[in-house]
């Protein structure tokens, strides 16, 4: 069992029974990065759970509105809240966990009306409990009563702590409430339904007379899952029978119900719909000397089927990538699931099976070597600039059959670019102010457009103004030395009798030439220099930050 309660409406905590261990957290909305996970126990994992958020307006945020929002577990809406001015509300879904975790999260759907729980609660069921019904669905709670009960039944009478409402009989009417006089019943069978609900039930004054119930649905048919108990409340003689059928909407769809005393028997309904319209009543058969008894109901709505939450591949790529970063680690629960409040640095398209498409983790602050998202198959972008990745950049970039665009700018990537790289065609240029594909420039995107063979891998580094601002200043002075040395060469040649070569090209005016071409390559080495040690350091303060 994994409890969270609280005293303050924005503030809950976990609460461990068996280890009575605590850790406080904050309620945020499902359009917040804090999706609410709770890490199952590891001998529930993949079993069916029973999950209870409840909530306890009390005017705590004194505006005296109660708010209404939209409650989600797992990707999947769940129901729509409507809190009250006084007292408390809870909802309750009973489904099979699909893995380690499961989420919770509450939406903001009107302005103004700010969404808050007090508590949610997840309780371990067995396996065959609640069984007629496929494991791809889950049972959303209407009603669970308890007939003839003076007060609401739960743990530790439950020990799998549901709450069993009272339902008390009216002055006038014609129900009676009866109390067993067996002193233990044997409730080992089917859904487990304690013996506190069991010791009472209501029936009628005659046989003539029928049980009916209200069941308060929705105008349009919703699929539903009853369960209904019957356990007899005294010895019967052989003289006696109390002997019943259940109809809907005055037809029959049960065989002829005898409680057992000291024990009880169960009849349930699922893949049916009922409407506002539908009706359901205990008749007593022909045959029968003693009137139809009812102990306990249950009554559920039955889901849409269960999305399976986003690709298993990328869920796994996602978890390794934020192992390794602190500010990722922040995000939780299913990364694009619900669909409207999918994590905010990643983009999801709409499928049964959710997949990501794009990665947006441009400044995050992620350092060492490149993610591994291979398994990524369905990505068409990736953007990872201005981080701290360092290392060459991988073969299985190239690889993903969907991918379309790429942002490696301003990071320490080291090596070439890999040849599956270069052969992607689907690749193309978003052309930025810092567009490069070369060693020190601002560069960033790959594209087929300008790849080669001898593309070097793309790094981000920034030229200092000032060392442009020398080189500058060099190649003036060496040019202007060049030709003041060649004019002084010719002159002396024509003094010399050259003037039949008045367009040659004195022997010095070479060497001059070669020693300028010598320089400008010192100052455009020590310029590459320069700007890789700028680089370094940049990266290296952005590591310190």
């Known amino acids: ?71 989600h577990f797992d990707g999947n809406y769940w129901d729509t809240v409507v809190t009250l001015s006084t007292g408390s509300v809870y909802y309750e879904a009973i489904y099979v966990a699909k893995g380690d975790e499961m989420s919770v999260c509450v939406a903001q759907t009107k302005a103004g009306q700010f969404p808050f729980m007090s508590a949610l609660e997840v309780r371990s069921l067995e396996s065959n409990m609640y069984g007629h019904v496929d494991a791809a669905y889950a049972l959303f709670l209407k009603t669970r009563i308890a007939y003839g009960a003076s007060d609401a039944v739960r743990y530790s009478d439950d020990i799998y702590d549901r709450i069993w409402v009272p339902a008390q009989v009216g002055t006038g009417s014609s129900l009676i409430k009866v109390t067993t006089d067996a002193l233990l019943i044997s409730v080992d069978q089917a859904d487990y339904p304690p013996q506190a609900v069991l010791k009472n039930a209501i029936t009628t004054s005659t046989p003539s007379q029928s049980i009916i119930f209200g069941t308060d649905f929705p105008t349009a048919q919703v699929p539903i899952y009853m369960t209904m108990y019957f356990s007899e409340v005294t010895e019967l003689d052989s003289t006696q029978k109390r002997s019943f059928m259940v109809y809907r909407n005055n037809e029959s769809f049960s065989d002829p119900i005898l409680p057992p005393y000291a024990n009880f028997t169960e009849l349930y309904v699922s893949n049916f719909t009922s409407a506002s319209n539908s009706t359901f009543s205990l008749i007593a058969t022909a045959d029968s000397t003693l009137p139809p008894l009812i102990n306990a109901m249950e009554l559920f709505y039955i889901s849409d089927q269960l999305t399976d939450g986003t690709n298993s591949n990328d869920v796994a790529a996602l978890a390794s990538l934020q192992s390794d970063s602190d500010v990722l680690q922040e995000w939780g629960g299913d990364p694009c699931l619900p ?22 983790l441009s400044s995050y602050g992620l350092s060492g070597s490149f993610p591994d998202f291979s398994s990524m198959t369905a990505l068409e972008t990736i953007d990872l600039r201005n981080n701290s990745i360092y290392g060459p950049i991988p073969d299985f970039l190239g690889n993903l059959p969907n991918l379309k665009e790429l942002n490696l700018a301003d990071n320490q990537l080291t090596g070439s670019v890999p040849t599956s790289l270069l052969k992607n065609n689907k690749l193309k240029l978003v052309d930025t102010p810092t567009t490069s594909t070369s060693y020190g420039g601002g560069g960033g995107y790959i594209s087929p457009k300008k790849k080669s063979n001898k593309l070097p891998a793309i790094l981000g580094a920034t030229i200092p103004t000032f060392i442009i601002f020398w080189v500058i200043v060099g190649v003036v002075a060496i040019f202007h030395h060049k030709r003041k040395t060649a004019a002084i060469a010719a002159l002396s040649a024509g003094q010399n009798g050259g003037g039949n070569r008045p367009h040659g090209t004195p022997q010095g005016g070479t060497n001059n030439a070669g020693m300028a071409g010598k320089i400008v390559e010192a100052m455009v080495n020590q310029l590459n220099a320069s700007a890789n040690t700028n680089t370094q350091r940049q990266h290296q303060r952005q590591r310190q930050q």
């Open 1 to 71: 069992m994994v409890t969270i309660t609280s005293s303050k409406m924005e503030n809950l905590k976990w609460c461990n029974p068996a280890t009575q261990s605590l850790m406080s957290w904050t309620l945020y909305e499902c359009s917040r990065r804090e999706k609410r996970i709770v890490t199952l126990p590891r001998s529930i994992r993949g079993g069916k759970i029973l999950v209870r958020a409840s909530f306890n307006y009390g005017n705590y945020d004194n505006k005296n509105s109660p708010p209404t929002f939209d409650l």
């Open 339 to 360: 669909a409207p409040f999918s994590w905010d640095w990643l983009t999801c398209n709409t499928g049964t099976t959710p997949r990501v498409t794009a990665l947006y």
